[in-house]
């Protein structure tokens, strides 16, 4: 498949007190974009970081893209500060907006690439009217609120169906999967027509503190599969 694999690894899954090391470790493993995953324990039941993390580990010297995935409602209040602390994509998940279309056109104004986050089960109705204002569809393969919980399958179909819609509107939308991505799995999930795949505690949960190569082996394998997709 000619297509243009990128993996992001969940910093939700790494070692907080050691977080620019961290990213720094995984991306010289050969990641390619940094997941922050920003939870408000009211939109998911977890609360997790914001902008003041992005910002540091910007000034830490992160220059690979970040992204940022808001799981928070209200959307908009907090779009501007993840702007300026840095973000590359922001997607938020639309049910937590009032006015979808007015947040993607504020993601875009403060600078950054918006895309919008559906839940397993939420119907992607909203792409009829967004698809072509989007640079990222991100589907969730797992409830959203914490790492490590197990990828559910269906949405596999799901994926198929935004690739076609992306590929039959001649779109450069990136297609990304988060929760349960691993080695066994990331070669179907490819398949379906991602192209951006998360994985948190697949990478993060991988390697010993002590192995000076901590990440290689895990980002390896899982480019492996990528080359047999
Ligand atoms: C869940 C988060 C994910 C999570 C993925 O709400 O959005 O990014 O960290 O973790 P794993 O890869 O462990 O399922
Ligand atoms: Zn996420």
Do not use: W
Not at 4 to 17: C, G, Q
Not at 49 to 76: N, Q, R, S, Y
Not at 123 to 142: A, N, Q
Not at 193 to 217: E, H, Q
């Amino acid at each position: 498949m000619a297509r243009n694999f990128r993996i992001a690894p969940s910093i939700l899954s790494a070692n907080f007190a050691r977080l620019g090391e961290e990213v720094d470790n995984v991306l010289r493993a050969g990641a390619d974009i940094v997941h922050f995953d920003v939870m408000d324990n009211h939109y998911v039941p977890n609360l997790t970081i914001g902008p003041l993390v992005c910002e540091a580990l910007k000034k830490h010297g992160v220059t690979a893209p970040i992204d940022v995935h808001l799981m928070v409602k209200p959307v908009d209040r907090i779009i501007p500060d993840f702007a300026k602390a840095g973000a590359t994509y922001i997607t938020f998940h639309p049910e937590a907006s009032e006015h979808v279309d007015r947040t993607i056109a504020l993601i875009r104004e403060c600078g950054c690439k918006p895309g919008l986050v559906f839940n397993p089960a939420t119907p992607l109705d909203v792409l009829e009217y967004t698809l072509d204002k989007l640079d990222m569809v991100l589907l969730m393969s797992v409830n959203p609120g914490f790492g490590g919980q197990k990828f559910i399958p269906y949405v596999l179909d799901k994926a198929r169906r935004v690739r076609q819609m992306i590929d039959a509107r001649g779109l450069n939308v990136s297609l990304e999967i988060d929760g349960g991505v691993g080695p066994a799995n990331i070669r179907d999930v490819a398949q379906a027509g991602v192209d951006t795949f998360v994985a948190g505690s697949a990478v993060f949960g991988a390697a010993k503190d002590s192995d000076p190569n901590r990440y290689d082996t895990v980002i390896g394998a899982l480019r492996a599969e990528l080359a047999r997709a």
